[in-house]
T-cell receptor, first 116, second 111 residues
Framework: DSGVTQTPKHLITATGQRVTLRCSPR?????VYWYQQSLDQGLQFLIQ???????AKGNILERFSAQQFPDLHSELNLSSLELGDSALYFCASSVATGRAGTGELFFGEGSRLTVL | GQQLNQSPQSMFIQEGEDVSMNCTSSSIFNTWLWYKQDPGEGPVLLIA?????ELTSNGRLTAQFGITRKDSFLNISASIPSDVGIYFC???????????FGTGTSLTVIP
């Protein structure tokens, strides 16, 4: 158990809909990352938050947005869903102090999104 | 974004054999991480490397941070069936903790 909690584990929805994925980081971790993994693909970095503020953006579509709340949990919002958005969405957390030697990512078990 | 080339893409080996895989980048990284992912589950951190030349072991796994800081290697000795899975490398080009992942090496161990 990594200590990172993601909900829901599975989600099935229709095209055009909107969903929200939730992540609770490990206790003490200030940074949350979101990754997308399509079938048999690698992990694509979407976005990173640190202590409530956006720190880095990757290949995140404009239809997707995220935020990190004061209690450090994060939500990833996916709207106007398309078939191609079907994927595993992983949240990871780290201490992320910016100092060398502190950068270890711990992943949740993922949310599997199926868009029909 | 950063490109990490991981090889080989897949490996089929006999139980008991040793395994080697590597990851290279076009730029210098300050941190290298190695993960294992089982189907439908989240990646699990195996080894973290923070210094060029560093060699770190975790049981039968050994990983090295390349001297050039543009590559990293993972070795698995005496493979067993539960080693089956996809192994990912991840690198952070700076201490901002922004990690980029390799494309993965799929390992199959034949009993």
């Amino acid at each position: 158990d990594s200590g990172v909690t993601q909900t829901p584990k599975h989600l099935i929805t229709a095209t055009g809909q909107r969903v929200t994925l939730r992540c609770s980081p490990r206790s003490g971790d200030l940074s949350v990352y979101w990754y997308q993994q399509s079938l048999d693909q690698g992990l694509q970095f979407l976005i990173q938050y640190y202590n409530g503020e956006e720190r880095a953006k990757g290949n995140i579509l404009e239809r997707f947005s995220a935020q990190q709340f004061p209690d450090l949990h994060s939500e990833l919002n996916l709207s106007s869903l398309e078939l191609g958005d079907s994927a595993l969405y992983f949240c990871a957390s780290s201490v992320a102090t910016g100092r060398a030697g502190t950068g270890e990512l711990f992943f949740g078990e993922g949310s599997r999104l199926t868009v029909l | 974004g950063q490109q990490l080339n991981q090889s080989p893409q897949s490996m089929f080996i006999q139980e008991g054999e040793d395994v080697s895989m590597n990851c290279t980048s076009s730029s210098i990284f300050n941190t290298w991480l190695w993960y294992k992912q089982d189907p439908g589950e989240g990646p699990v951190l195996l080894i973290a490397l923070y210094k060029a030349g560093e060699l770190t072991s975790n049981g039968r796994l050994t990983a090295q941070f390349g001297i050039t800081r543009k590559d990293s290697f993972l070795n698995i000795s005496a493979s067993i069936p539960s080693d089956v899975g996809i192994y990912f490398c991840a690198g952070d080009p700076n201490t901002g903790n922004q990690f980029y992942f390799g494309t993965g090496t799929s390992l199959t161990v034949i009993p």
